[in-house]
Structures are given as structure tokens and as C-alpha cells.
């Protein structure tokens, strides 16, 4: 049984796709920009690495690591490429051609 508020979110997202069916792309993008964010902070908790230390290896401040990690904002793919290098990983980038809409 869907909870009430995942049925909300349904709801939120069938209305704003009808004026703009670009919507649900939106979401997916958002989605997985939020496990990419993820996924770098779980690398960063595994090696056992303080914000502080991954800021000092970027060059940057241990607010902006945070910031990062909470994904509260669009980051810049040379920030993003900074912090994965800092834990240990490197961001693989794709393009491919858009659904049809």
C-alpha cells in the first residue's frame, strides 16, 4: 500500500507533467543527480574522510563540501569532478539523445 504522501507526490507530478511534459525528465534528472551526490559522500564516510580533509584536497572550504553533500543546489561539473577525485573516485560523463517528447 503507497503511503499518503507518495500518493501526493503521484499527484504533484502527473499535474505539473501536464503543463510541462518535460516534467518527468526533470525528476529523473534530479534523481539521479542526488545518487551521484550520494554515492561521492558514501565514498568519502568508507575512507573515513572529514569534510574538512576532502575541502583541503579540493582546495575549497569544508561549507562548500557540505553544501555538495546536501544537494541543495546545482554544482559546477568541475567542483563535482574535484570532490570525486578528493575520495578516491573520477565521474564517468555520457551524453546520449533525449526521449522523444
Known amino acids: 500500500m503507497k503511503s499518503q504522501s507518495t500518493d501526493e507526490l503521484d499527484e504533484l507530478i502527473t499535474e505539473r507533467s501536464r503543463a510541462n511534459p518535460a516534467f518527468p525528465a526533470m525528476v529523473d534528472e534530479a534523481l539521479a543527480a542526488r545518487g551521484l551526490l550520494r554515492e561521492l559522500t558514501q565514498a568519502r564516510l568508507d575512507k573515513g574522510l572529514s569534510q574538512t580533509v576532502v575541502a583541503a584536497r579540493m582546495g575549497s572550504s569544508q561549507s562548500v563540501v557540505a553544501r555538495i553533500e546536501r544537494g541543495d543546489r546545482d554544482v ?10 578528493a575520495v578516491g573516485r573520477r565521474i564517468s560523463w555520457t551524453v546520449s539523445k533525449a526521449e522523444a517528447g
Open 76 to 85: 559546477r561539473v568541475s567542483t563535482l569532478s574535484r570532490y570525486a577525485a
